[in-house]
């Protein structure tokens, strides 16, 4: 066996075998996961809600302030802080459709110097508010009624400086496959890195939307950075530096998902670039933390968590090359192969009954993964770059669109790879090399169906 087998092999097969069984072990810890919360304080602290907007509806944010009138605290000690990235014209006319519900004390702000993006709008809002808590929310998000009296109680039960919500995906379009499948994955994903990391003692990081802070803990390490576009990864890698303590509760958020190509391509490279520069800038306040090894370890991981995506995508490029070359099957290792098989389908067998709990059909769950499977690999490339943009210095935020798919280009530059990376399998095949002609088969085919699958999303 070559070196350049040793390293696609590795690359395609382990990393990601790995990946999904730490993933599926966090899962297991954190899935059905009661805490158990006896404390009941009769005093409520003053609470501020951050909500930071751009070229949003006004009914969207009106729903918000309906969703949190109706909220289970004290409105003498609750304020919303709508803080405002639009044109002056715009923000004038989201201020005379916007009525604010009775009771509860709704101040907006338009930010006169932009700094930064979301970070800085986080910033803004912070200088203004007045509570002894501070939850940050994007306009879509919606909770129940008991929802932030848990967070807090949470907090106070574990003694924790920050607390994350749980996550329950939703979306207008019901019969988005794409969106019922990240509904399952975000349920999959908030009990394995959130519930499941919180559980086996490593450290959670705070998340964008619904995360509860003691502002004495953001006043010790400074408000968000405007300068990061990751705004919950950039402030907890401070956190974690100070000793903070950041918690994951079962207090429910629930957010919109993304239900089409174009919403969920934009979401993903901006994340991707968030970690990765969150890992470059952040590196060295996790280093010298107070964690100890493994917390270091594990958080670092955590944040090259779309790492894996990219070098698979790499991967195929150079095994696509080699196979026009006839040097053989660099995939050649049916140990190997078998393991990567193995762990796909824990993570099949996994999401199809987390999807069945969820109230989704067995067929819907089959096709919602197959469609998100198929999503996610066909934006490699752009991950891929989206990875490389976080070492420059400028950088841009571009927030994730809602309601009708939007047309993009993108699609041809998938189909170019999908029909690069068959070619490259047919080639395999015809000289029977089994192991990478079936799997660049599988792989091209992911591309191919986004290219397909798209063209019905904007009919």
């Not at 207008?172 to 999959?188: C, E």
């Not at 907890?236 to 998902?257: M, P, T």
């Not at 053989?328 to 069945?356: C, E, M, Q």
């Amino acid at each position: 066996m070559n070196s350049f087998s040793i390293i696609t092999q590795t690359i395609v097969f382990v990393i990601p075998s790995l990946i999904l069984l730490y993933q599926y072990i966090f899962f297991k810890l954190g899935y059905n996961r009661i805490d158990a919360i006896n404390v009941n304080p009769k005093d409520l602290p003053l609470l501020s809600i951050i909500v930071p907007t751009k070229g949003e509806r006004p009914e969207l944010i009106q729903g918000l302030l309906d969703n949190l009138a109706e909220v289970d605290w004290n409105k003498s000690k609750m304020e919303v802080i709508i803080v405002s990235d639009d044109s002056p014209e715009y923000f004038e006319e989201m201020k005379e459709k916007i009525v604010p519900p009775q009771g509860l004390e709704v101040r907006m702000y338009r930010r006169e110097k932009k700094l930064g993006f979301k970070s800085g709008a986080l910033a803004y809002g912070f200088e203004k508010s007045r509570g002894d808590l501070i939850l940050t929310l994007d306009v879509d998000a919606r909770v129940r009624k008991d929802s932030i009296k848990k967070a807090y109680f949470h907090m106070l039960q574990f003694g924790c400086d920050a607390v994350t919500m749980k996550w329950i995906g939703y979306s207008h379009n019901g019969y988005s496959l794409l969106a019922k499948g990240i509904m399952v994955s975000t349920i999959i994903a908030d009990n394995s890195i959130l519930r499941g990391r919180d559980r086996a003692n490593l450290k959670v990081f705070p998340v964008g939307c619904g995360t509860m802070f003691k502002k004495s803990a953001i006043e010790e390490v400074g408000p968000w950075d405007y300068n990061m576009i990751q705004d919950d990864l950039e402030i907890g890698a401070r956190l974690i530096n100070h000793g903070k303590r950041i918690c994951s509760s079962d207090s429910i958020v629930f957010v919109e998902v993304p239900d089409n190509l174009l919403a969920f391509y934009i979401q993903q490279t901006r994340w991707a670039m968030g970690s990765i520069e969150v890992l470059t800038r952040r590196f060295k306040q996790i280093i010298t933390s107070k964690a100890n090894i493994l917390q270091k370890i594990d958080a670092l991981l955590f944040l090259l968590q779309y790492v894996p995506i990219a070098l698979t995508f790499i991967a195929a490029l150079l095994i696509s090359v080699y196979s026009f070359l006839d040097k053989g099957d660099p995939l050649n290792s049916i140990p190997l192969f078998t393991l990567w098989a193995i762990a796909l389908g824990i993570y099949a067998y996994n999401f199809i009954k987390v999807a069945r709990d969820s109230g989704i059909k067995l067929i819907e769950a089959l096709r919602s993964l197959g469609k998100i499977s198929a999503y996610t690999v066909s934006i490699s490339p752009f991950i891929t770059l989206s990875i490389f943009s976080a070492l420059k210095k400028s950088r841009n935020y571009i927030i994730t669109p809602k309601g009708k798919a939007g047309k993009t280009k993108i699609v041809y530059i998938i189909l170019a790879f999908g029909l690069l990376f068959l070619f490259a399998s047919i080639n395999y095949l015809l000289h029977q090399e089994f192991i990478s002609g079936l799997w660049l088969l599988y792989y091209s085919l992911a591309y191919i169906f986004t290219f397909s699958s798209y063209k019905q999303e904007i009919k």
